[in-house]
């Protein structure tokens, strides 16, 4: 209980980081003006490292889950389809595809959104 706690705080901290890397993002395409004039810019040394450190953690992460995919391994194989049929069992696809559309059509930060739905389920 104690490890699922901790790890629940931890993937909070780094959703709240990644929800503020969205807002870094949006910026670093637009001009804005809000009682100062923001643009691509303005972001600190610090915040720059910290997107480079964690976008190559992201990518470290992606390459292994690729890996995983090529695997030789017979218990992996298994594990991965056991997850391609709960996907289409579950219905997982079709989710995910109303979930994009939800963010889409009301062009709110997915991780305003995904925040929301989490605190309506609790």
Sequence with gaps: MFYALRKFVLLKKEFEWFAKVDIFRQDGFYCDYAEQLKNPIT??????????????????????????????????????????????????????SRALTTVRQTRENPFELIKKNISNTF
């Design 43 to 96: 972001i600190s040394s610090v915040d720059y490292e910290q997107v480079i450190i964690r976008l190559e953690k992201v990518r470290t992460v992606g390459k292994e889950i690729i890996e995983a995919f090529e695997t030789a391994d017979e218990a992996t194989i298994e594990q991965i389809t056991q997850i391609k049929r709960d996907f289409k069992q579950k219905k997982y696809y079709e989710k995910f």
